[in-house]
């Protein structure tokens, strides 16, 4: 457990501008074939204490420090969660990370269109399909995520 600091380490804005949403922005996403809307419904930095990986290698303890937390919610209340921490972690629905600091983005093509530079997380399994996936571009934020038979991918 640790203690509450005196002095928490600020969210640089250009860090801040990482998550390119802000509130009442409307994002609009295919899952299979039905299209789902979302609406950024929460958007402040805040108190947070995480970690981050470092060059993908290990786990350290981020210091209390300012974070941006942004959230979008859906007609039927399912929300997505975005975290962004002075060190250029970005988290997803508390369970998914990008280094923006460290990671090299590349090409990645969603729903036809070719997106430049893509931060991506792909976890594959035993016969190289891809299972899970997260890419995130710093223009348009989220542009596909997946889980098992779940999966969103944005209209651009």
């Known amino acids: 457990c640790y203690d509450h600091p005196d002095i928490l380490r600020r969210l ?18 295919l899952n299979g074939l039905d299209t789902i809307v979302y609406v950024v419904t929460s958007d402040e930095i805040g108190e947070w204490n995480g970690a981050y990986f470092r060059n993908r290698m290990s786990i350290e303890p981020e210091p209390y420090c300012y974070a941006r ?7 039927s209340q399912s929300e997505l969660h975005f975290v962004i921490s002075p060190e250029k972690s970005l988290y997803f629905e ?17 729903n ?7 931060y991506f997380y792909e976890c594959t ?26 999966s969103l991918s944005l209209i651009p």
């Open 12 to 29: 640089p804005d250009e860090t801040a501008a990482l998550i390119p949403y802000q509130m009442g922005d409307t994002l609009h996403f």
């Open 69 to 75: 937390h942004v959230m979008l919610t859906n007609t």
């Open 94 to 110: 508390g369970h998914y990370w990008l280094d923006l600091a460290y990671q090299n983005p590349e090409p990645r093509t969603v």
């Open 112 to 118: 036809g269109i070719t997106y430049d530079e893509v």
């Open 125 to 150: 399994d035993s016969e190289n399909n891809i299972n899970e996936l997260f890419y995130y571009t710093l223009d348009e934020g989220l542009i596909a995520f997946k889980l098992g038979s779940y």
